[in-house]
């Protein structure tokens, strides 16, 4: 599997928030939520404005998932 972002969605529930509210307050393309949605790469500028907004650091954010275990 690679990357995941499931620890930022998991970071959106606890603050009772949705990828539309996320995309207002991070000033992110439906692009990029779409990407980050699949686990896709995104530039390391995104990964920097969400742990600025959220105040945390890219771990808290993504996880690696060795690809047997996806």
């Known amino acids: ?5 499931r620890p ?5 529930a606890t603050k009772e928030l949705k990828k539309t509210d996320l995309m207002e307050l991070v000033k992110l393309s439906p692009a990029t939520i779409a990407k980050l949605s699949k686990n896709q790469t995104v530039d390391g500028k995104i990964l920097e404005r969400l742990c600025a907004y959220f105040q945390c650091q890219p771990g808290d954010i993504i996880e690696y998932v060795p690809e047997n275990e996806g």
Not at 1 to 5: E, K, L, N, Q
Not at 8 to 12: A, D, F, P, Q, S
């Open 1 to 5: 599997m690679g990357i995941s972002y």
């Open 8 to 12: 930022l969605w998991i970071l959106l």
